[in-house]
């Protein structure tokens, strides 16, 4: 057959090479190229986009670093009293300090400073930011736990359960909470000391601190409600969808359901929350140092360190700075991340 | 609503006595009663002083009485400040907080909506981001680090204004500021978000090709709407005038109910520490039913089931 002939348009005959298999760059064409991208590192991938986000992970990276591992290297302790060296200025060395330097001793700048009692204000500083940073996280960490724990029973039994079990939030969310953290703040203090000196099992109390555990279990108490009204809302719409069904047709406990199959669906949302309750927690335990319930001396808080400052505003007007920036960004940083990784976690939740 | 309504007030109801309760037997179990911080009172002082407030006697009668007499709207005396009723130091201490408080949540409002509405219309470009940027530092500054910034640039450095008391108009000034800085940074927020939302919708752009002047667009169509959020903050926005006031008044030596329910409790004043705690948790749970009422009487759309 001639195989230059011009190809009839309307012919039914059919083509040979039509039916010859694929070459494999050509089968390759067809492959869809894009990769499947599950929930994680579609929400990373998002959130890496985000500069503003980033640069607040990065600054509580650094927060993190400056009051967890500098103070171990550092060569001052927060309650360590320098005699002679009260009431520095910023990079001022004590005339002691000074003589010392000229034998020949190498000393240690104190970098913003000493206060009244020659404690160096740098390490308290790095000191009360640890206190800021754990409070903020262990508390929300405890909000997490118990708010998911209720909102996931109230919501997957529902019923009169539900209804009670929200009724007794309602009650708990009417509550004004400073009121009462304040009082039972103030009121907790004697029956842990008690509990602490009495019961060796509780001798632990004393090692973190009274006015700490205070607050985590005030935090604990009263913020948990809001956690619970969100978690529950998502169980709620979650437990209607078939794959519960299914995993229920297959025989799974309630348990499971609840554990591996609902909470695992609402974590973005869980994450964005307990991360935006961050700095709320460290808000409020700033205040309330600062109106002298909070962390018990000579632990340093950052709320503690500025109320101390204003005593001396005239003279040291310097001492309010560093603790007032330090909480400053650490909320600062805390909720811009918060809000990052609200848009690429759970977008729908934000308005 | 009617239901709904009463279904609240009853919540309201049983939340106030249980703030009440526990405040009441929380602030027994501290120990030192109100008499211990003085100068050391004989036994016989003490014991007569007890008797006279009827603290010798047993937790349950004390409380039977407190509240028998709370119902009848008998706060009692003041332990600690002899010769004063509650109430009446509640009554001269809410004048000064709320005179405070109300100018601030005034200016807060007055600065934060046009804000706001001001960076929504300038949608990224400069005024937009320098608006953005100064509400979001602002959100994350304590009151009592802007109330001492304050103190610092104003009395301090500049020695313009004084730091305590509450006499004269400049008295004000630094106590409304340092209060009002946070919710007008969270105002102009709020209502940059949903007024951006709205000015997005169907009927603004029919507003706009019907011929409206813009004017008449944003105050009579956009604003409305983006408005509701700003009123359900109102109520949190109460509260938080008060925690901020539990700061701002002690650092300023305001004679206000939040620096007297501080000192209360530090002091154990029992009557006075469950009268301030009935009276703003009263206060608290009323603004925000008011805000819900409100909130239903703006937006009709909204249903309670």
Not at chain 1, 56 to 78: A, C, D, G, K, R
Not at chain 1, 105 to 126: C, N, Q, S, Y
Not at chain 1, 176 to 190: F, Q, R
Request: hydrophobic fraction near 50%; aromatic fraction near 10%.
């Amino acid at each position: 057959m001639d195989m230059n002939r011009k190809p009839n348009k309307l012919s039914l005959q059919l083509d040979v090479s039509d039916f010859i298999p694929a070459r494999e760059d050509e089968k390759q064409s067809l492959v869809i190229m894009r990769d499947s991208v599950g929930f994680w590192r579609n929400g990373f991938s998002r959130l890496a986009k985000n500069k503003i986000a980033m640069v607040s992970l990065f600054v509580i990276m650094l927060t993190l670093i400056f009051s967890f591992i500098m103070p171990i290297f550092y060569p001052y302790s927060y309650e360590q009293q320098i005699r002679g060296s009260e009431n520095l200025a910023p990079m001022q060395y004590s005339q002691a300090e000074l003589n010392r330097k000229e034998e020949g001793e190498k000393i240690f700048p104190h970098i913003l400073g000493t206060d009244a009692l020659g404690r160096d204000t740098t390490v308290r500083l790095m000191m009360g930011s640890r206190i800021s940073l754990s409070v903020g996280i262990i508390a929300s960490f405890l909000v997490l736990l118990i708010g998911s724990t209720y909102g996931a029973v109230s919501g997957f039994v529902g019923g009169k359960l539900d209804i009670v079990m929200m009724q007794f939030v309602d009650i708990i969310y009417a509550i004004p909470d400073i009121l009462i953290i304040i009082i039972l703040m103030v009121t907790l203090k004697y029956p842990l000391q008690k509990l602490a000196a009495t019961v060796p099992f509780f001798a632990w109390i004393n090692v973190i601190g009274v006015g700490l555990i205070c607050i985590f279990i005030v935090f604990s108490l009263l913020y948990w409600v809001g956690m619970a009204r969100i978690v529950r809302s998502q169980i709620l719409s979650l437990k209607e969808q078939e794959f519960v069904t299914a995993a229920r047709a297959l025989g799974a406990k309630n348990s499971r359901i609840i554990g591996k199959h609902l909470l695992t669906n609402a974590i973005g949302t869980l994450i964005v929350t307990t991360t935006l309750q961050i700095p709320s927690a460290i808000f409020t335990e700033s205040f309330l140092s600062f109106i002298g319930i909070g962390v018990s001396a000579p632990m340093p808080s950052l709320g503690s360190m500025a109320s101390s400052a204003i005593g001396g505003l005239t003279s040291y007007p310097y001492r309010l700075f560093a603790p007032a920036v330090m909480i400053s960004i650490i909320i600062l940083s805390f909720n811009l991340f918060g809000d990052g990784l609200r848009d690429a976690f759970d977008p729908k939740l934000k308005n | 609503m009617a239901r709904y309504l009463l279904k609240k007030i009853l919540v309201s109801l049983v939340t106030l006595w249980l703030v009440a309760s526990a405040t009441f037997l929380l602030m027994h179990m501290v120990p030192g009663g109100p008499f211990l911080a003085e100068k050391s009172p004989s036994e016989a002082t003490l014991k007569a002083l007890n008797e006279k407030y009827g603290l010798d006697q047993p937790l349950s009668i004390q409380y039977k009485n407190y509240f028998a007499k709370l119902l009848k709207g008998d706060m009692g005396p003041s332990i600690k400040q002899r010769g004063r009723e509650v109430d009446d130091i509640i009554k001269t201490g809410f004048k000064v907080s709320a005179r405070v408080g109300g100018l601030s949540i005034l200016l807060a409002v007055i600065l934060g909506v046009p804000l706001g509405s001001f960076a929504a219309l300038n949608r990224g470009k400069w005024p937009d981001s320098l608006i953005l940027l100064i509400s979001t530092t602002g959100i994350a500054v304590p009151s009592f680090v802007v109330s001492t910034v304050l103190m610092m640039i104003f009395s301090v450095k500049l020695d313009l204004l004084p730091t305590y008391g509450l006499t004269t108009w400049k008295h004000y000034i630094m106590p409304v500021m340092s209060l009002a800085f946070y919710p007008t940074a969270y105002i102009s927020r709020l209502t940059r978000s949903s007024m951006l939302e709205v000015l997005g919708q169907d009927y603004i752009r029919t507003a706009k090709a019907k011929g409206l002047p813009m004017y008449k667009v944003l105050f009579k169509h956009a604003l409305r709407n983006a408005i509701l959020p700003v009123v359900t903050y109102l109520g949190p926005l109460l509260a938080y005038t008060l925690t901020g006031s539990f700061v701002v008044e002690r650092i300023f030596t305001v004679p206000g109910l939040g620096n007297f329910f501080i000192s209360s409790i530090l002091n154990r004043d029992y009557t006075m520490i469950m009268g301030t705690t009935i009276f703003l948790a009263t206060l608290i749970i009323i603004m925000n039913l008011v805000v819900d009422i409100v909130y239903k009487l703006v937006d009709p759309r909204i249903s309670y089931n």
